[in-house]
T-cell receptor
Framework: GAGVSQSPSNKVTEKGKDVELRCDPI?????LYWYRQSLGQGLEFLIY????????KSGLPSDRFSAERTGGSVSTLTIQRTQQEDSAVYLC?????????????FGSGTRLTVV | DAKTTQPTSMDCAEGRAANLPCNHS???????VYWYRQIHSQGPQYIIH???NNETNEMASLIITEDRKSSTLILPHATLRDTAVYYC???????????FGSGTKLNVKP
């Protein structure tokens, strides 16, 4: 597509429930990244995909967080047993293979609220 | 990746040039300087990047000092729509992630 698409744009969930966040990158972008941004804070790196593999998962805050990517395209970030501190905007970005082009293109994010 | 230091906030009058400084005194020879901005409720947007030469594109100019320890992003004629948080980031060109600091909140005023 023309840009990075994320869905849903907003998600309200009850504490303890699982959520899935979806990212559809720009066609041809083999690198995909997940970040999160808490209210008033900077961006926190979560995970990086090159193709379907994730060589860098160092930012995932706990084992409740996982992500996968299939077909070198769509990625899903799953948060199990959500907690209130998981409330944030989850941003996805894609790029040409690392080191090429002009950096990332970000989506508009998914605003997750855990109540 | 080298750490960057930016002022927390800046004001600029509409139509005037906005000059946003960034200090990256520990930058190494293979690290590039990137600038992104984030308008409220949107994902960050790429602006410009450079290694050691000054760069210009349709959005902005990037001036990097000769010793590469600091840089300035210049928006030549700021508009109200340029109000955003501006992030200065340094990273190796083939490295896979950006570290976003706190950035500079630019307030463009009429």
């Amino acid at each position: 597509g023309a840009g990075v698409s994320q869905s849903p744009s907003n998600k309200v969930t009850e504490k303890g429930k699982d959520v899935e966040l979806r990212c559809d990158p720009i066609s041809g972008h083999t690198a995909l990244y997940w970040y999160r941004q808490s209210l008033g804070q900077g961006l926190e790196f979560l995970i990086y995909f090159q193709g379907n593999s994730a060589p860098d998962k160092s930012g995932l805050p706990s084992d409740r967080f996982s992500a996968e990517r299939t077909g070198g395209s769509v990625s899903t970030l799953t948060i199990q047993r959500t907690q209130q501190e998981d409330s944030a905007v989850y941003l996805c970005a894609s790029s040409l293979p690392s080191g090429q082009g002009n950096g990332y293109t970000f989506g508009s994010g998914t605003r997750l609220t855990v109540v | 990746d080298a750490k960057t230091t930016q002022p927390t906030s800046m004001d600029c009058a509409e139509g005037r040039a906005a000059n946003l400084p960034c200090n990256h005194s520990t930058i190494s020879g293979n690290e590039y300087v990137y600038w992104y901005r984030q308008i409220h409720s949107q994902g960050p947007q790429y602006i410009i990047h450079g290694l050691k030469n000054n760069e210009t594109n349709e959005m902005a100019s990037l001036i990097i000092t000769e010793d590469r320890k600091s840089s300035t992003l210049i928006l030549p004629h700021a508009t109200l729509r340029d109000t955003a948080v501006y992030y200065c980031i340094v990273r190796r060109y083939n490295f896979n992630k950006f570290y976003f600091g706190s950035g500079t909140k630019l307030n463009v005023k009429p």
